[in-house]
């Protein structure tokens, strides 16, 4: 089953011979979305092109860092983790963000990220990585800061957050409803510039990681955020026997905004997919999983899932 197979409709088009299509979300891989497979499998998304797909059976825990699940655990459709309790402990016990690895030796990159006006973050990741990272947490616009050992990009991270009020998280809903109006892409810059220009002011940094020019980076175009519709909801988890269907206007992080077949704008986070089969949705099918309506959030305080 080939990638474009896929968006047009056809998942689970080899269920005949027994291929289980299990989803394990999405993939920046090259700078471009595309759907992971268990087993490896990526399928290319389309901008502009057709996704229709099923939920089948029961959602299982797909395991953590590699390792499938011992248990097979199922999970509850409407968690965004998509992992069972104890793999959940597993993959952030071994990640960066945990600070539980102290002696990697590869270089850490420190980097300030725009998500909306008002919505900027600092944070680090390694190097090798690239621009993944942002790409993964829906970065419009960002700015290398400096570059260095992980000890010192984290320390230096924590500064930054306290010396210029910043977090290191912000709420998915905004990230979300920021991108339906954007601004314009110099506006994004000059927001990024500012903020690079107060944390090289912070003084200490300097003395243990390499400083790096400013240099603005933007995603829109990677996400085709340009001329979105309204949001108008966003899918709240995905049952067994519902469906999908719409045609791909945008991707940006885990979420992919969708045009549904009644015309309206959904975001549909691909977290949710994560654990279940997916088969091919019928000729003529509609949307028949929960939405709920869109509600932006303008409080940068506002609780919410945090990314």
Known sequence: ???????????????????????????????VPGLRWRGGKVSPLVYGGPLAFRAVGERRCPGARGNPCPLAAAV?????????AECARLDRAHSVAADTVADDPQPYRVYL???GPGMTKVGITAEARGEARLLEQGAVAFSWLGRGPLMAARRTEEVLRQALGVPDRVAYERKRAARHALPPAADRAREVEELYRRAREVGGWTETLEPLEF??????????????PPLAGTVTELTDGGTVTGRLLAAAGPDLHLLAPDGRCLALDTRLMGGWVLGKAGAGDGLSVPVTAAAPASDPNEQGELF
Not at 11 to 24: L, P
């Open 76 to 84: 509850s459709g409407r968690a965004t983790g998509g992992r069972c």
């Open 1 to 31: 089953m080939g990638g474009g197979d896929w968006v047009s409709g056809a998942v689970g088009s080899a269920g005949g011979v027994g291929v289980e299509w299990r989803c394990r979300g999405i993939t920046w891989s090259g700078g």
């Open 113 to 115: 990220a725009w998500f």
């Open 215 to 228: 240099a603005p980076r933007d995603h829109a175009g990677a996400f085709r955020l340009d001329g979105l």
